[in-house]
């Protein structure tokens, strides 16, 4: 395990331990100030997304990047893409036995440990981006996810967002109900759950596992994020039908996972830092991934023949119908059943404004040219 307290003596810092020196201007004598000593602390941070991943792996370098010029060099997050200190699906075990300090993923990858922790990242036709922050931030979320994750001796914040995912790269099309029956595809979560009502199997796979698994034929499809993320890692050589939208992850929050031991280690203002540094990555992820997004689904279908499709409606009619289903099955009693009436009371007032705003204007501009 990594040492999370390095001290460093006064002159090691620069202004740490500096002496301020006034000129007396009637004696010429020196007034020495007290030494200052403060100290810098170093962790690190594993995560589950592919070494050199744009948008995903960058988030987290930034958060450590940010943690490390707003704490003037004091605070120092070493951050460990996927398999570099421990396998990506391994990351939250980790820190929560206090192996790593943090993480840096998606927390629907721990549906093992609560059917509830994908209300914190997505659920099919769930919450979008705009709305999970609303939730989280002022709608009761983030103290009934410090509850949940404090069960396992975490603190997790939003560390990123997605925005709006697509549903998938297929090898074939899509036409029909039928075409879901046998599909074997990489989705997680609660998504997962809805293709197996569809007569589907789910797999789960790591991002960096999912082409060779897509290229030998062990899946038929894969979602991932969008185009951005989905380009960088090459699907569109192996699966041609780009389909959407992604029902499963309609704004997908990531998070970063804090040992609680070293959370509870860190004074006011250390915390203050970390939580706005993530605050700050989360929402400038929100910004960078619907430029880079819009720039690469150019890219795709003008240079590379990559073939858009929808789903037919009764494909979606039936995934609905499969999500609302789910979303209630995770949430029969606990902590569970608080989160689900939460987050479903949040959707439910939430989706009263965004039909009035969000929802008619895309159609209104959608009349222009």
Same mark, same amino acid.
């Given at each position: 395990?990594?040492?999370?307290?390095?001290? $460093?003596?006064?002159?090691?810092?620069?202004?740490?331990?500096? $002496?301020?020196?006034? +000129?007396?201007?009637?004696?010429?004598?020196?007034?020495?100030?007290?030494?200052?000593?403060?100290?810098?602390?170093?962790?690190?941070?594993?995560?589950?997304?592919?070494?050199? #991943?744009?948008?995903?792996?960058?988030?987290?370098?930034?958060?450590?990047?940010?943690?490390?010029?707003?704490?003037?060099?004091?605070?120092?997050?070493?951050?460990?893409?996927?398999?570099?200190?421990?396998?990506?699906?391994?990351?939250?075990?980790?820190?929560?036995?206090?192996?790593?300090?943090?993480?840096?993923?998606?927390?629907?990858?721990?549906?093992?440990?609560?059917?509830?922790?994908?209300?914190?990242?997505?659920?099919?036709?769930?919450?979008? +981006?705009?709305?999970?922050?609303?939730?989280?931030?002022?709608?009761?979320?983030?103290?009934?996810?410090?509850?949940?994750?404090?069960?396992?001796?975490?603190?997790?914040?939003?560390?990123?967002?997605?925005?709006?995912?697509?549903?998938?790269?297929?090898?074939?099309?899509?036409?029909?109900?039928?075409?879901? %029956?046998?599909?074997?595809?990489?989705?997680?979560?609660?998504?997962?759950?809805?293709?197996?009502?569809?007569?589907?199997?789910?797999?789960?796979?790591?991002?960096?596992?999912?082409?060779?698994?897509?290229?030998?034929?062990?899946?038929?499809?894969?979602?991932? $994020?969008?185009?951005?993320?989905?380009?960088?890692?090459?699907?569109?050589?192996?699966?041609?039908?780009?389909?959407?939208?992604?029902?499963?992850?309609?704004?997908?929050? #990531?998070?970063?996972?804090?040992?609680?031991?070293?959370?509870?280690? #860190?004074?006011?203002?250390?915390?203050?830092?970390?939580?706005?540094?993530?605050?700050?990555?989360?929402?400038?992820?929100?910004?960078?991934?619907?430029?880079?997004?819009? %720039?690469?689904?150019?890219? #795709?279908?003008?240079?590379?023949?990559?073939?858009?499709?929808?789903?037919?409606?009764?494909?979606?009619?039936?995934?609905?119908?499969?999500?609302?289903? %789910?979303?209630? +099955?995770?949430?029969?009693?606990?902590?569970?059943?608080?989160?689900?009436?939460?987050?479903?009371?949040?959707?439910?007032?939430?989706?009263?404004?965004?039909?009035?705003?969000?929802?008619?204007?895309?159609?209104?501009?959608?009349?222009?040219?």
């Amino acid at each position: 395990m990594i040492n999370r307290r390095n001290l $460093v003596g006064a002159g090691a810092l620069g202004l740490a331990g500096a $002496v301020a020196t006034f +000129a007396n201007p009637r004696s010429g004598a020196a007034l020495s100030g007290p030494a200052i000593s403060r100290s810098r602390r170093r962790f690190n941070m594993v995560t589950t997304w592919p070494k050199g #991943l744009p948008g995903l792996g960058r988030a987290a370098e930034r958060v450590s990047e940010r943690v490390f010029e707003m704490s003037d060099g004091l605070m120092e997050i070493k951050v460990f893409a996927a398999g570099e200190l421990v396998p990506p699906f391994e990351s939250f075990d980790a820190v929560a036995n206090g192996s790593a300090d943090m993480y840096h993923g998606a927390e629907y990858y721990w549906t093992a440990k609560s059917t509830a922790f994908p209300f914190f990242t997505a659920v099919p036709f769930g919450m979008t +981006a705009q709305e999970i922050m609303g939730w989280i931030d002022h709608g009761g979320g983030q103290a009934l996810w410090d509850e949940l994750s404090g069960q396992f001796g975490i603190k997790s914040i939003q560390g990123a967002n997605t925005g709006h995912q697509m549903g998938g790269w297929f090898r074939r099309e899509m036409t029909s109900l039928n075409d879901f %029956v046998g599909l074997k595809m990489r989705i997680p979560g609660q998504g997962g759950e809805v293709l197996r009502a569809l007569g589907g199997a789910s797999i789960s796979l790591a991002g960096g596992e999912i082409y060779q698994a897509l290229q030998t034929g062990a899946i038929d499809a894969t979602e991932w $994020v969008g185009p951005w993320n989905d380009y960088s890692l090459g699907f569109h050589r192996e699966a041609p039908y780009y389909y959407g939208p992604g029902f499963h992850e309609p704004g997908a929050s #990531l998070a970063v996972g804090i040992n609680r031991g070293v959370w509870d280690s #860190l004074i006011p203002s250390e915390r203050a830092i970390l939580k706005a540094a993530c605050e700050s990555v989360n929402h400038l992820s929100l910004g960078e991934f619907t430029y880079q997004n819009s %720039v690469h689904l150019d890219l #795709l279908v003008r240079e590379h023949g990559t073939q858009l499709r929808s789903f037919p409606d009764e494909v979606v009619e039936r995934m609905s119908e499969a999500a609302f289903d %789910v979303r209630a +099955a995770s949430g029969r009693d606990g902590i569970e059943k608080r989160i689900y009436e939460s987050f479903e009371a949040s959707l439910k007032l939430m989706r009263g404004w965004s039909g009035v705003s969000d929802g008619p204007y895309y159609a209104a501009r959608a009349l222009g040219k």
